[in-house]
């Protein structure tokens, strides 16, 4: 079974940092496009940062010069650093992930998955 595990949310006093991890588990023979979202209350879940198998990235507006999304493909992990935090960067972050499976010995199959999310919550 595939899975998409994040850690590290909490609560943080605007300005201060969090780190955020995401490690892939189960059969999976290779990951593609891996990304974090976000959804505060009463709003559309949108994409935070976007990082594809060869490094290359992408982020929100709202986040550019303070959060930095990395990948580390040996561990099947991504990270998102998130400096200078904003109330408004209140939400919970999920992790999603473009995945190719080894479904059976000789066939494999690309799908979407999506981690449980981990609140983030940064106060004045």
């Known amino acids: 079974q595939v899975q998409l595990v994040e850690s590290g949310g909490g609560l943080v006093q605007a300005g201060g940092s969090l780190r955020l991890s995401c490690a892939a588990s189960g059969s999976i023979f290779s990951i593609n496009v891996m990304g974090w979202y976000r959804q505060a209350p009463g709003k559309q879940r949108e994409l935070v940062a976007a990082i594809t198998s060869g490094g290359s990235t992408n982020y929100a507006d709202s986040v550019k010069g303070r959060f930095t999304i990395s990948r580390d493909n040996v561990k099947s992990t991504m990270y998102l650093q998130m400096n200078s935090l904003k109330p408004e960067d209140t939400a919970v972050y999920y992790c999603?992930?473009?995945?190719?499976?080894?479904?059976?010995?000789?066939?494999?199959?690309?799908?979407?998955?999506w981690g449980q999310g981990t609140q983030v919550t940064v106060s004045l």
């Open positions: 999603n992930a473009v995945l190719t499976i080894q479904v059976t010995a000789v066939s494999r199959r690309t799908s979407e998955y």
